[in-house]
C-alpha cells in the first residue's frame, strides 16, 4: 500500500499539461526518501460539465475527503461561463471542506525575469496569507427593485471572530516557521479601518488579539492602498502579509506579478486543523490562449507539488522538489517561452526530475 492517496485533478487546458510534471517531480522526490504516492484521477472539468451539466457529481466534495491531500491543475474553458466553472467545482472544494486559508508564497528566483529593476532574490520572498472562507465574498446580499430607477444591489460582508482568530494565528505560525528557516518571521496585517468602518476595525482589533496570542513576533499594519504600493515600491519590507479574503486575493497576484511570471507561482488551500484534506494548486488558470501547444510552464505545478509534500509532513522530499526547480529555473536550457526560453513542458519537467535524482 502506498505512504499516501491523493487527488489528481487536472481539470482543464494547461492543467492537463502542467499537473503530470508536478507528479512526476512528486513521484521522484518521493522515491528519494522511500515514499510512494498512490495518485487517484478524476477527470472533472468542462468536457465533464458539457456531458452531464455539471463540473463534478453531487457528491464530488464527499469523495475527496478520503484522500490525504487534492492536486489541481485549473478549470475553466471558453463556452463555459467562468462562474459556473469557478462556483460549481472550485469554490465548493474550498467552502465545503473549509480551506480557510490559502497561502501563496512569493520569491524571487534566480534566472527569473522580475519586472522591478536591481531586485536581488532575497529582497523579494514573502507570502500571503489569505482569508479563503468568508469576508467580503460571501452569498449574502440581492438586487431589489430590478430595472427601475431605484435598482439597488446588495452585498454583506462577513468577519466572524473565528474565522479572523484562525487565520491571523496561522499567519504567526507561518512566520514562526519562517524564522526558524533564517528568514524575517514578521507579521504584516492588511487593513482599511479608515474608511470601511465596521469590519476592519473588528480585522484590527482580532489583529491585536493575535499579536498579544504571540508576543515576541514582530508585526506592523498598513492600509491596502499603500500596501499595494509598497509591494512594488518596498518588496523587502515584508514577511508574512495576512488580509481578509478581497484583500488576499489582490495581494496575492500582485505579490506574484512583481516575482516575474505567473508561470512559476505555486498556491495551496489549507485546512491547518487537517480535518479536510488540503488542496494545492498553482495560481494560473487554464491559459486556452497556449492549451495544446507543450508550452506551458511547468514550474508552477512543480512548486505546488513541493507545498504538497511539505503539508503532509515530508519537508525532505520538498526539499528536493524546491533545490531541483531552482536549478532548472537557472538553467537556460530549462526554461519555457513565458521565462524568454524555448525549453517544452515536458523538457522543463524532465529538467527537473533529472535535478532531484542527481540530488
Ligand atoms: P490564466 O492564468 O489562464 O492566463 C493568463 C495569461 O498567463 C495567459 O496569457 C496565459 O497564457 C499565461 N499563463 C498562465 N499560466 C501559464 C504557464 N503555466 N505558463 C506560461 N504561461 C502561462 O488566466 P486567464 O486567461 O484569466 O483565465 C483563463 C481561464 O482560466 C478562465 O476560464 C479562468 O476562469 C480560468 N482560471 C482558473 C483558475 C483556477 O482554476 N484556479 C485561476 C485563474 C483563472
Ligand atoms: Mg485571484
Known amino acids: 500500500m502506498a505512504d499516501y492517496r491523493i487527488a489528481s485533478l487536472p481539470g482543464d487546458g494547461i492543467g492537463r499539461e502542467v499537473i503530470p510534471e508536478g507528479r512526476r517531480a512528486a513521484d521522484a522526490a518521493m522515491a528519494r526518501v522511500g515514499r510512494t504516492i498512490e495518485w487517484a484521477d478524476y477527470d472533472w472539468s468542462c468536457e465533464t460539465y458539457a456531458a452531464t451539466g455539471r463540473m463534478m457529481p453531487e457528491d464530488g466534495v464527499a469523495r475527496m475527503r478520503d484522500h490525504d491531500a487534492i492536486f489541481l491543475g485549473a478549470v475553466g474553458w471558453p463556452g463555459v461561463p467562468d462562474h459556473v466553472s469557478l462556483w460549481g467545482m472550485l469554490i465548493p472544494l474550498r467552502r465545503e471542506l473549509d480551506l480557510f486559508a490559502n497561502v501563496r508564497p512569493v520569491r524571487l528566483m534566480p534566472g527569473v525575469p522580475s519586472p522591478l529593476a536591481g531586485r536581488t532574490p532575497e529582497e523579494v520572498d514573502f507570502v500571503v496569507v489569505r482569508e479563503n472562507v468568508e469576508g467580503e465574498y460571501s452569498s449574502i446580499g ?33 512566520a514562526a516557521a519562517r524564522k526558524a528557516r533564517g528568514k524575517r518571521g514578521k507579521v504584516t496585517s492588511a487593513t482599511k479601518s479608515n474608511g470601511i468602518v465596521h469590519t476592519m476595525p473588528f480585522w484590527d482589533e482580532r489583529f491585536e488579539a493575535a499579536k498579544a496570542r504571540h508576543p515576541g513576533t514582530p508585526t506592523d499594519q498598513f492600509h491596502i492602498d499603500i500596501l499595494c504600493a509598497r509591494f512594488v515600491t518596498n518588496p523587502e519590507w515584508f514577511d508574512v502579509v495576512v488580509g481578509s479574503n478581497l484583500f488576499g486575493d489582490i495581494l496575492s497576484d500582485l505579490g506574484p506579478a512583481v516575482a516575474g511570471s505567473i508561470g512559476i507561482a505555486p498556491a495551496a488551500n489549507l485546512d491547518s486543523t487537517r480535518r479536510s484534506p488540503s488542496m494545492f494548486e498553482p495560481v494560473h488558470g487554464s491559459a486556452p490562449d497556449i492549451a495544446g501547444k507543450g508550452i506551458a510552464n511547468p514550474i508552477a505545478a512543480v512548486w505546488t507539488a513541493a507545498m504538497m509534500l511539505e503539508h503532509l509532513g515530508e519537508t525532505e522530499a520538498a526539499g528536493l522538489i524546491e533545490r531541483a526547480m531552482e536549478a532548472a529555473l537557472a538553467d537556460d536550457a530549462a526554461r519555457t517561452a513565458d521565462l524568454g526560453g524555448t525549453a517544452t513542458t515536458r523538457a522543463s519537467g524532465d529538467a527537473v526530475v533529472a535535478a532531484i535524482e542527481r540530488a
Open 142 to 174: 440581492g438586487r431589489i427593485y430590478g430595472g427601475t430607477e431605484h435598482e439597488a444591489a446588495y452585498q454583506q460582508a462577513v468577519f466572524t471572530r473565528r474565522g479572523c482568530d484562525r487565520i491571523m494565528d496561522y499567519a504567526f505560525e507561518v
